[in-house]
């Protein structure tokens, strides 16, 4: 993962959960919907992202 300042949307991790959000906006895909695809989808991510922070 690249990250090129301390913002919110300046890591690649930020940006493609960013495009997924975008992407299932233009589907119209409700927000609420939305957030739940990106959790589930992103949830594998972010506990191997927890596991890693344990070690």
Do not use: H
Request: net charge negative; proline share 2%; with cysteine.
């Amino acid at each position: 993962m690249g990250a090129w300042g301390s913002s919110l949307w300046e890591d690649d991790l930020s940006c493609d959960i960013q495009d997924e959000w975008n992407e299932l906006m233009d589907e119209g895909v409700s927000p609420r919907k939305a957030t739940k695809i990106i959790l589930k989808s992103w949830q594998e991510e972010f506990s191997d992202y927890d596991d890693e922070e344990e070690k």
